[in-house]
């Protein structure tokens, strides 16, 4: 079982102004893999609140999803927020899911979601929109069970996996 923390960063959101669609598509599509939300948050774009937060669910949890904040506005700053907290970025991660969203907008390029590893916790940055966050997730939701399992410690070969999964 995975546990999991979802955070999701917006300032009209966490007034009370905007619904939000996105986290509970997160809970919803990671179900899939096994994995249990332990935490939801909807929090406004602050860096310091964003570490905070990024800090404190990753002494909790497996896995913290995020979803808004890395765009182009003045405010988006959960990419900035993410690279100041963990301990190794995981490039292939969001570069996965902007390759998967250009494949269907050039407007995807413009994300600036970044993933990586603090402690024995995965952090992975999606975008706000429910329709970006579905094809994100979708991209790369079959690697997090062993991306968690390699932060954790598994001796396991990665090639071997691949292989077996053919």
């Known amino acids: 079982m995975i ?7 917006s300032d009209k959101g966490a007034n009370g102004e905007r619904e939000d669609l996105a986290g509970p598509l997160i809970r919803e599509m990671i179900a899939a893999i096994g994995a249990t939300v332990e935490y939801y948050e909807i929090i406004p774009d602050e860096k310091g609140l964003i570490k905070e937060h990024l800090i404190e669910y990753s002494k909790k949890v497996d896995l913290v999803i ?3 904040g890395t ?6 700053v959960t990419p900035e927020a993410t690279r100041e907290v963990i301990d190794k970025e995981i490039p292939g991660i969001a570069e996965t ?3 998967v969203g250009l494949g269907k907008t050039k407007r995807a390029m413009l994300s600036r979601a970044v993933a990586g590893v603090r402690g024995n916790t995965l952090i992975i940055n999606l975008p706000g929109s429910p329709k970006a966050v579905k094809e994100g997730l979708e991209a790369i939701m079959d ?3 062993h991306a968690i399992e390699k932060i954790k410690g598994s001796a396991e070969d990665c090639a071997a996996q ?4 053919r």
């Open 71 to 76: 765009g182009l506005s003045p405010r988006d």
């Open 162 to 165: 691949e292989g077996m999964q």
């Open 143 to 145: 690697v997090i069970p």
């Open 97 to 99: 899911m902007r390759a």
């Open 66 to 68: 995020t979803t808004g």
């Open 3 to 9: 546990s999991v923390a979802i955070l999701t960063l």
